[in-house]
RNA sequence: GCCCUCUUAGCCAAACAGGCAAAGGCGCUUGUCUUAGAAACAAGAGAGUGCAGGUUCGAAUCCUGUAGAGGGUACCA
């Protein structure tokens, strides 16, 4: 019987389908233990080999923690709503459900066939409508919520109404505020709170609600005619796209995700996540601490107000900055500056985030003839407006202390404004170059600060301050709130319908709020969402719905916790089952989603978690992000001017271009010339000149995909190869965090492997699997083996363990072992990784249950263990010969021997030994 | 600019706490089988660990400097 992976693979899929083998049960004796994947978007373009590179980790873990007893989830499903489909639909008319349902058979389809142990009755998908009722729900549930900073955590407005009708709302010290810069709010008493209408206290509750309705700069990307959240924008342009992106003042609905910023930050400590990703968050959340401040305006009432790390540094402003974007641009700027600074505004405004980043070495900025005095001196200090400083961080304003922050010092420079020093450097520095900007020195020339180092006269100033009313001590955050809305079609519609202009939630029992058919799957004529187009589409018959939908990271964000209870049709998921499941205890994806996705499904499983429905804080305990697999582009080179094509050792003969081609026509880099006149037109009637008779192309490394023809397909792998061929393969490629080219050479290796495994058990067609008890040498192979896999997989390190087996088959074949006991464990060692193979074997062997749950074999160290040992001695670190010792003399009677020893004598020459290291079982070095 | 990671035979890689003479696979060479090729099986060659120092009895492994590659992030006050 020989192995025929087609046959055996079809076979067990069909099985584990039918016998369901790898359910998973909401409640259980057995430890719990979840893996999860990120889940995919289903795109037109199926699966290529870099994809399936953390399912098969995922799966191999997954099966491992079966074979040690724990009850395991497994589930994977579709985020299904997304751009694609949509522009997909814009250009073709077709329904994006359609195309979404197609390319999730495909996606399902070549999943299958690579054999992933999935529950796949917990399968869900985002744009089901029985899955976003539930991301509404939360929706709702945020909308009604907000942020109580005594209790430090999410509350039911119902709460802050109580506030409010008992305290009333002192304005902006109130301690119910997460953030005192942000909202434009005046006081008022209980007593007034009773008398506002619903639309005024609708609008003070929006300032506190989780998911609201609010005004803000947004990147606004015109091409796609929707905005974007900020981890959607890569420097000034759109990530799917790259489209040109700018700043747009809009109404928004938006996630108050910035009231969870320092528990987003301090909750890093407590997961095992990779350092690179923890410290990416760390700087996206950007905590910084420091004092908020307020300038008053010169010859009118108002003050300017901004925030700074640095109030030790007041004595040292020379001058104010704000945002082009800053409000009191317009009302502070002099009559004879108003030209000047309209041009500059206008300038600043419609430059795009692109632009304006791609020139930041450039100075501008221009001079608003307005004052205001400084908070201690009373002097005058002019205000200028500059795009250097952002509108959407801290208060879009800036106090200038040009001698020690290097911005200001550019700006001053170029701009010839006085540069006071203020503090003593604490090493030798050139203030005409640049600013000292260390934490470091004495304060001078700072009234009340003089003498004190920078730490203590930050303390001192902020005292100051507060004594003065004018600030205080703030910690601020990089992170801003997450624009929630998209001017698109296919995403999760919000449920929210406007009565006399006040936005309301739908009920629970009205969801899910379905998406509305329309025409055609662009903005009206007027630049409204897609949504407005549909007829009819109104609440009760009679009120408008909110138009705009979620982003694509709604849904994604809670994702996790339907699994744990797919089917329910009453709740998001039970508290007994989330009580069981609790969170992910290992997650696998990719990097990018750093400071998207992993952040927001932080946020949510807090807000969830405030709100008493699940009983974690984090969504995963440990998270491993895998490497990208790049694509080996093949390229042909056509010399410039002809048809013809060289081969590529001869290319340098010739002035050439490089075409990429198909890589399904090369096999190691021989192209196939009949493939390639197949293909297209162009290469139809080419020449060709070859070397040794083959046309050779040369190889390139980039990104794997349709654009550079080097997409490789998991199935034809499967089918040339086998799914266990391909899983070993893809672990074999390297150490799974990083990133590496795909290679298909190679893969015969594994291949040979799996064959020669077979040949343990079948000899020329002959089962020749006996039951002879097993020797010495035998059992220190498989125990060997057990111990080195056992580590690989705890530790994730699962290229080692395919050498592992590599060397442990070789060994067995060596020593002519066909024995059950041996055998029989190392079929379970090696089923998480090729688990039809083993399935197969094992039912050879007897057995009539899966050997998924088989328990994993325990490693023996008495089988391992050696009596004496063959002891490398050498002389100043230089191995000379070996010598064997029994292990039990001691280090001292060790050496002893040595030193007896004829072939000692002879390195030594007669020279006295100084110093003899005994390292058991390991080394002896002799020092001369 | 700043932060992180990596550098071991032609290629992919292992060596987990410094300790044998640096695994395994691909490719290559040779042989067996075969009409031939492929496959299969067997045998073999090929590195002193980017470079320069240092610590140590002993360094691929630790430290310093330096070069190269990759990734992340960037006017955040």
């Known amino acids: 019987m ?54 098969i980790a995922s799966d191999i873990f997954s099966r491992y923690k079966r074979h040690k ?75 009604n919520s907000w942020y109580n900073p005594r209790a430090k955590k999410a509350e039911d407005l119902s709460t802050l109404i109580h506030i409010f009708e008992t305290e009333g709302f002192k304005g902006l ?16 008493t209980p007593a007034e709170w009773k008398t506002f209408d619903e639309k005024r206290r609708n609008d003070i509750l929006m300032n506190f609600r989780l998911a609201y309705l609010g005004e803000a700069y947004v990147n606004w990307c015109p091409a796609m005619g929707t905005v974007l959240a900020n981890d959607e924008v890569k420097d000034g342009v759109s990530e799917r796209g790259g489209y040109p992106v700018e700043r747009k003042l809009m109404k928004q609905w ?104 791609a020139d930041v070495t450039k100075i501008s900025g221009v001079f608003t003839g307005a004052y205001v005095g400084h908070p201690f001196t009373r002097k005058p200090i002019p205000v200028w407006v500059g795009d250097y400083v952002l509108a959407g961080y801290g208060t879009g304003a800036v ?40 934490k470091e020195g004495k304060l001078i020339n700072s009234d009340f600060l003089n003498g004190l180092d920078v730490k203590a006269a930050i303390k001192k100033a902020i005292e100051e301050i507060e004594k003065l009313g004018i600030g205080k001590g703030k910690v601020n955050y990089r992170l801003r709130d997450a624009v929630f809305g998209r001017q698109r079609y296919w995403g999760e519609p919000i449920p929210i319908y406007y009565k ?20 055609k799957y662009l903005p009206t004529e007027d630049g409204e969402p897609p949504l407005a187009r549909a007829n009819n589409w109104k609440y009760k018959g009679e009120f408008d719905y909110e138009t705009t939908t979620m982003p694509g990271w709604a849904g994604s964000s809670w994702y996790f916790l339907r699994y744990m209870d797919a089917k329910n049709d009453k709740e998001f998921v039970s508290k007994e089952t989330a009580d069981y499941w609790q969170n992910v205890d290992l997650y696998l994806g990719g990097s990018e989603h750093a400071t998207g996705h992993l952040l927001y499904v932080r946020f949510w499983t807090m807000f969830l978690f ?67 006149k197949a293909w297209r037109d162009d290469f139809a009637n080419a020449e060709f000149e070859l070397e040794s008779g083959k046309l050779i192309c040369g190889n390139q490394v980039e990104k794997m995909g349709k654009r550079y023809h080097n997409a490789v397909n998991p199935d034809d792998m499967c089918n040339k190869f086998g799914a266990d061929t391909l899983r070993l393969y893809e672990m074999f490629l390297g150490p799974l965090e990083l990133s590496k080219p795909w290679n298909t050479n190679g893969i015969t290796g594994v291949s040979g492997f799996l064959k020669k495994l077979w040949r343990l058990f079948y000899k020329d067609g002959n089962f020749v699997v006996n039951n002879e008890a097993p020797n010495k040498d035998e059992l220190k192979t498989l125990h060997k083996t057990i111990k080195k896999i056992t ?95 029994d292990l039990s003399l001691s280090k001292e009677d060790v050496e002893k021997e040595v030193l007896t020893l004829e072939q000692t004598n002879n390195y030594l020459e007669g020279k006295a030994a100084k110093k003899v290291i005994v390292v058991p079982g390991r080394i002896i070095n002799i020092v001369v």
């Not at 996606?107 to 690579?114: S, V």
């Open 254 to 357: 938006s996630m108050r995700i910035t009231v969870y910023a320092q528990r987003l930050l301090d909750g890093l400590d407590k997961i095992d996540w990779t350092d690179s990703l923890k410290e990416a968050q760390r700087n996206w959340i950007g905590r910084s601490e420091g004092s908020s401040l307020r300038f008053s305006l010169k010859d009118r009432e108002g003050s300017i107000e901004v925030f700074t790390t640095r109030p030790d540094t007041i004595f040292g402003v020379s001058f104010v900055t704000l945002a082009p974007e800053h409000e009191l641009v317009d009302q502070i700027t002099t009559a004879e500056q108003k030209k000047a600074v309209d041009e500059y505004v206008a300038f600043a405004k419609n430059r795009s985030e692109r632009e304006r980043q």
């Open 791 to 885: 580590d690989d997989i705890e530790r994730f390190s699962f290229n080692t363990s395919v050498s592992n087996f590599m060397i442990c088959v070789n060994e067995l074949t060596d020593l002519k072992c066909n024995k059950k006991e041996i055998l029989e464990p190392l079929l379970v060692l090696i089923s998480p990784y090729a688990p039809h193979i083993t399935e197969e074997l094992w039912e050879h062997l007897g057995h009539k249950e899966s050997i998924a749950y088989a328990s994993f074999p325990l490693f023996n160290e008495e089988h391992v263990k050696e009596t004496s040992f063959s002891y490398p001695v050498s002389f100043n670190g230089k191995v000379r010969f070996n010598v064997e010792f």
């Open 610 to 676: 405030d709100r008493g429905y699940i009983n974690v804080e984090e969504p995963a305990k440990k998270l491993i992000n895998q490497g990208m697999i790049q694509g080996t582009s093949c390229l042909v080179y056509r010399i410039n001017g002809t048809q013809k094509i060289v081969s590529a050792g001869l290319k340098d003969k010739y002035e050439t271009t490089p075409i990429h081609i198909d890589v399904n026509f090369a096999d190691n880099n021989a192209v196939d010339i009949d493939k390639l």
């Open 2 to 55: 020989d192995y025929n992976f087609t046959e055996i693979e079809k076979k067990w899929q069909a099985r584990w389908a039918a016998e369901k083998t790898f359910r998973a049960e909401n409640t259980s004796s057995k430890p719990k233990y979840y893996v999860l994947d990120m889940f995919p978007y289903p795109s037109g373009a199926g699966l290529h080999v870099g994809h399936p590179l953390g399912y």
């Open 500 to 519: 006399n202009g006040i936005p309301h939630a739908l009920s629970y029992e009205e969801l899910p709020l379905r998406l509305p058919e329309v025409d």
């Open 399 to 438: 106090m200038a202390v040009p001698a020690h922050d290097t911005r200001d010092h550019k700006f001053a420079g170029h701009f010839g404004l006085p540069r006071p020093q203020v503090i003593e450097p604490a090493a030798a520095h050139s203030f005409e170059e640049d600013a000292w900007g260390e």
């Open 69 to 143: 007893g724990f009850n395991v989830l497994h589930p994977m499903g579709y985020d299904s709503f997304g751009l694609p489909a949509e522009q997909y639909a814009i250009q073709t008319g077709q329904h994006p459900a359609l195309t979404t349902e197609q390319n999730i058979a495909r996606y399902r389809e070549q999943m299958d066939k690579i054999g992933f142990s999935y529950d796949w009755d917990r399968e869900v998908r985002t744009s089901d409508p029985e899955y976003y009722k539930w991301t509404q729900w939360i929706f709702i549930q945020l909308f």
């Open 173 to 188: 010290s109130h301690d119910i505020l997460t953030s005192d810069i942000e909202h434009e709010l005046n006081g008022f």
